[in-house]
């Protein structure tokens, strides 16, 4: 997925669940929708008031939710633009911090991959084999010793190369 700079579904679900909040944060009181949304918050009925809380916290966004006006909407459109760039933000973040954390697991996808983006090779490369090829050597999805000698936990320096007598790993 991080190959075409894609994010999972989940976030885009958690974007549409914080937009419904927000435009039930605007929403005018005298609608029964409204009277609803308010009573369930303020008896904290259900989890998700909660759990959007929770996101908001997580992207440092609880501050400016409770001082937005929803009713506006400059301020609403402008609350959901922050809110879209600082999850996807984070959401790289954990992506990078557990990338660097595998120790044996995606030695040579990190040489290749610093940022969660599209990757340009992807259309560079006109043969779909080749494609296939590239890609597999980036995942670590292939059959050289560096990755099956991890698959048998063998250490790493001890994986010499079998396609070549260069002794190299």
Known sequence: RSELGRYPLITSIINQSVKYYARMEGMDTGRLVKQVYDKTKEYSIG??????????????????????????????????????????????????????????RLLTYKTFKAK????????????????STLSRLRLSAHNLEIEV?????????????????????
């Open 47 to 104: 989890e998700w008031h909660n759990t959007i809380n929770s996101v908001l916290e997580c992207v440092d966004m609880q501050d400016e939710s409770h001082n937005t006006n929803f009713s506006n909407k400059q301020a609403h459109k402008l609350f959901l633009k922050h809110f879209k760039e600082n999850f996807e933000c984070e959401f790289e973040d954990m992506w990078y911090s557990y990338l660097m954390d595998q120790e044996n």
């Open 116 to 131: 969660y983006e599209y990757e340009q090779y992807l259309d560079l490369i006109q043969d779909p084999r080749m494609r």
């Open 149 to 169: 000698g991890r698959w048998k936990n063998i250490d790493i320096k001890s994986r010499i190369c079998k396609l070549c007598n260069n002794g190299l790993i």
